[in-house]
Every structure is written in structure tokens, then in C-alpha cells.
């Protein structure tokens, strides 16, 4: 069972590459589906649960706890789950992120690239413990995890789907990138982004350019990064930043793509919104189709 987005959208602060291969279903073709299906398309659609992510996991480890003391070892919930250097990102709006970070590909780097471990409660006990009940405990640590996520269900946004469903869901893609609505939506995007001086053929030409960026600038300093982690080397890994993995000519190549990133971005946030707003619309109408909803 593979998890899947419960709301699939062009989105500016999360970059999601969809890659599809539908072979039938035209989008005037009536396609039905089994009742099996038609509930995962339901669950889809109502995903929502009213949980953070870190509601979500703070659940989960309290269903861990239990199973843990079932099996006979004392456990208190990891309610840090680490995260990036500089978390701050996470309590932003959607404008105010993009105005700092833009899509958040080359721009957090430095931030994404360490992350920063959790703080575990555990580790003193665990210290207290033989060879042989470490062995114990790490097979019961990773079994009750299974147990705790299957009792917490699934992920706030996320639902579990069958390979029948995935197909469903990407047909429900393909006929809504493809509706009238979004086309002509897309038709205008460029002319708009020209108008903020920003010059791309479409949307996909913009994330391209700015990926070959991503990987370009990303693999100098995750090399050097992986130096200071073969040494052991956490305040070398925390403290590094892109000035020290790029060469001056380099860095200020990158200071320009940073730049054209967060440009793109402010841009289309504008320009992009008719396009979201035509994807929902037909997503959801395509979705609603299958499920057999007026």
C-alpha cells in the first residue's frame, strides 16, 4: 500500500514533481471504479484530521510507550523529532517564506542539508543496559513503531492507497492538468512572469532551471559535509555554510541564483495562483466524477 497526497496541488511552497503515466481514459471517457477504490478516492478527499505533524507524532510515540512497556523495557516518547539548523521556516506564512526563501530549493541548503538529532530520553537508560538487552530493546523499538503507526493511522495529509487507487489518483491528475481551465490558465503564466522581468517558456522550464541550480550549488557543500561527518564532526557539520564550501567565484554565482530563486518565486505567487486555483477546481470535479458525486 503506497501513501499518497490527500490534496494534490501545484503548490509554491512545496515543490511535488508528479511524473504520470495514464495509457487510458480520455477526458470525456466515463472510467469507473470498484467500491474498493471509490473508498480510497473517498478517503482522499477527507483526509483531514485536524493534526499537526507533530500532534500526529507525538501520538504515535505515545502508542510506542505502550507497546515498549509491554514488551518489558521502560520508554518515554521522543517528542523532538530534530529538524533543520534553522527551523524558524516552519512558523512562517506561505508570503512570508517565499519572500525569504522562495521555493525553498537552493535557498535552504545550508538549513535542510544538517539536521539536527532529536533529543532522545531514553539515552541513559538505554546506557544501563546489557549487550543483550540492547539487542532486545532495538528489535522492540523498531517493532512497536509498526504497531504505533498502524494504530495512529496515517499522516496528517497523507492515505494509504492501493496500486488500484494510484492509478485512479493519477488519472484525476492527468485529466486535470490537461482541463481547459488549467491550460489556459498555464497559456497565461509566462506573459505574467515577463511582466515581473523574469523571462521562461512555462512553469516546468522555471522549476527545471532552478533545480539544475539546486544540484549544482547542493553537491559542493554536501561533500563537505559528509567530511566533517566521517570525522564525527557535529559542530564542523552545524557551523558550515556555503561561503566555506564554494569557492568566491562559485559563491557569488550561487548568491545570484539565490537571488533569481526568491525573484521567481515572489512572481509566482501572483502569476501562479490562477493555476492553482484551476487545478483545485478540476481535481476536484475529476475526483468527485470517480467517486460518483454530482
Known amino acids: 500500500m503506497n501513501l499518497h497526497l490527500a490534496v494534490m496541488k501545484v503548490s509554491t511552497f512545496v515543490l511535488v514533481v508528479l511524473v504520470v503515466a495514464v495509457g487510458c481514459g480520455s477526458a470525456d471517457e466515463t472510467v469507473s471504479v470498484s467500491d474498493a477504490v471509490r473508498s480510497e478516492l473517498i478517503a482522499v ?7 499537526t505533524t507533530e500532534e500526529y507524532n507525538a501520538e504515535v510515540e505515545e502508542h510506542r510507550a505502550d507497546c515498549m512497556l509491554s514488551e518489558g523495557f521502560e520508554y518515554l516518547p521522543v517528542l523532538d ?55 532486545a530493546y532495538d528489535l522492540a523499538l523498531e517493532s512497536c513503531f509498526d504497531v504505533a503507526t498502524s494504530e495512529a493511522g496515517d499522516p496528517p495529509g497523507m492515505v494509504g492507497v492501493s496500486p488500484a487507487g494510484d492509478e485512479a489518483l493519477d488519472l ?28 521562461f517558456e512555462n512553469r516546468d522550464e522555471m522549476l527545471s532551471r532552478l533545480g539544475q541550480n539546486t544540484d549544482r ?5 554536501i561533500d563537505k559535509l559528509n567530511e566533517f561527518y566521517a570525522t564525527d ?18 559563491y557569488g ?3 545570484a541564483a539565490v537571488d533569481l530563486e526568491i525573484e ?18 478540476a481535481h476536484e470535479r475529476e475526483l468527485n466524477a470517480l467517486i460518483g458525486v454530482e
Open 45 to 51: 478527499r477527507d483526509a483531514d484530521r485536524g493534526l
Open 81 to 135: 523529532s530534530g529538524g533543520p539548523r534553522n527551523s524558524t521556516a516552519l512558523t512562517m506564512s506561505e508570503e512570508e517564506f517565499i519572500e525569504e526563501f522562495g521555493f525553498g530549493m537552493l535557498t535552504r541548503i545550508e538549513q535542510e542539508a544538517f539536521q539536527r538529532p532529536p533529543e532522545d530520553p531514553n539515552e541513559a537508560y538505554y546506557g544501563e543496559l546489557s549487550d543483550g538487552e540492547r539487542a
Open 172 to 199: 484525476i491528475h492527468e485529466r486535470a492538468i490537461t482541463s481547459a481551465e488549467y491550460l489556459e490558465a498555464a497559456e497565461q503564466w509566462p506573459g505574467c512572469m515577463a511582466s515581473a522581468g523574469l523571462q
Open 217 to 221: 550549488f547542493a553537491q559542493p557543500f
Open 233 to 250: 564532526d557535529q559542530d564542523g557539520a552545524a557551523s558550515l555554510t556555503m561561503a566555506d564550501a564554494l569557492t568566491a567565484s562559485e
Open 253 to 255: 554565482e550561487y548568491q
Open 264 to 281: 521567481a518565486a515572489v512572481a509566482d505567487l501572483d502569476c501562479g495562483e490562477a493555476m492553482t486555483t484551476a487545478f483545485d477546481k
